[in-house]
């Protein structure tokens, strides 16, 4: 594909020398510069990256008042060779663009995300950081720019990118528990969605639960609270005896990038893999048995984190130690060297920036 055309404007003034690269948390620093494109009068405008930096919105504006505002989240990194590649960004744009279609908002076009996301990465590249657990985050965030308060979709968008280098999500095993009142999405809802409004919803929650030393929810089902659906900001995997067992997608969980990259390698490798339905009183009949070799939350920013113990009720389930967990370790492994280039680009997931 050619790269569009881009306005690039740089800034006079980079923070990068301000930043230790061997302490990064997750979120907290921005690179120099940020894409952004608006969707006014029925097309889209001119693109531009510009310094990143605050933007002027109006109070009236709709996204502030009505929620349509969605976004996605992928990774660059620098491979064995010093390139910077991105890892399945087709992907996360074809799920924005599901996102986008649920919110009632026009699609972005493929030549325009792609050409923004290649040549902000492309600009900011002494960003990428090395070491393991670190990569460049990028955010693509799409939101409703209407100066009005009425009900309605808006008639003006704008998408914007930017990024971000950034550790692991989770620096360690984490700890959590099952949620049996509240819920994060319906069927019918919006959970299949990366709407901003799937996400403010699930942090007062999340608040409690680690208010009570948790780490993060497990969240069931809006029907009867009793069906495991995802492990927080992520998809939901255990391994049970021999066999990889997830619950299958439907329009109440968000169909996870991570989670199709793990189940593609898993039946690649020839691993049992089952997606199906899995109940509270079933994770419990099968701890009792001993079947829970090990069981992870999976996600772009999560990438593969180790969950420690479960809590439902009053019990607790005390999981294997990590470094038993063969799967698991082995996945997290194969998919650092993946992305790295040390091992060949066998489903061709990388594109070079």
Not at 27 to 38: A, L, R, T, Y
Not at 249 to 274: F, P
Not at 309 to 334: C, W
Request: overall charge neutral; some cysteine; hydrophobic content about 40%.
């Amino acid at each position: 594909m050619q790269l569009m055309n881009i306005s690039i404007t740089k800034t006079d003034s980079s923070k990068l020398v301000s930043v230790d690269f061997s302490n990064l948390p997750f979120g907290k620093i921005f690179s120099d510069h940020m894409f952004i494109v608006d969707f006014i009068d029925n097309a889209w405008q001119a693109p531009k990256i510009v310094p990143f930096g605050k933007m002027e919105v109006s109070p009236s504006v709709s996204a502030l008042h009505h929620g349509q505002s969605i976004f996605e989240g992928l990774k660059a990194y620098k491979n064995n060779k010093g390139e910077i590649v991105l890892f399945r960004p087709l992907d996360n744009f074809k799920r924005l663009n599901k996102s986008a279609q649920r919110m009632c908002m026009p699609e972005v076009p493929e030549d325009l995300f792609m050409s923004g996301l290649k040549q902000l990465v492309d600009l900011d590249k002494n960003w990428v950081p090395t070491g393991e657990g670190n990569s460049l985050y990028i955010r693509p965030i799409y939101f409703a720019t209407d100066e009005a308060i009425g009900v309605k979709p808006s008639e003006n968008y704008r998408l914007v990118i930017f990024t971000s280098p950034a550790g692991p999500y989770f620096n360690k095993p984490i700890d959590v528990v099952v949620e049996r009142h509240y819920s994060r999405s319906a069927e019918g809802g919006t959970g299949y969605a990366k709407a901003a409004g799937n996400y403010g919803g699930a942090m007062y929650p999340t608040k409690l639960a680690q208010q009570k030393g948790f780490d993060a929810v497990l969240w069931t089902d809006a029907i009867e609270n009793k069906w495991l659906e995802e492990g927080g900001a992520m998809n939901l995997m255990f391994v049970f005896g021999e066999s990889l067992v997830t619950p299958p997608l439907s329009n109440s969980k968000l169909a996870g990038v991570t989670r199709n990259t793990i189940l593609t390698i898993a039946k690649d490798w020839g691993i049992d893999v089952i997606e199906r339905n899995i109940s509270i009183d079933d994770l419990l009949e099968q701890y009792k048995l001993g079947n829970v070799k090990e069981a992870f939350g999976c996600g772009t920013a999560a990438n593969i984190s180790h969950i420690n113990s479960i809590t439902v009720g009053e019990q607790k389930l005390a999981l294997p130690a990590i470094e038993t967990r063969n799967f698991s370790n082995k996945m997290l492994k194969y998919l650092n060297d993946y992305r790295l280039g040390i091992l060949e680009d066998k489903f061709v997931w990388m594109q070079k920036v």
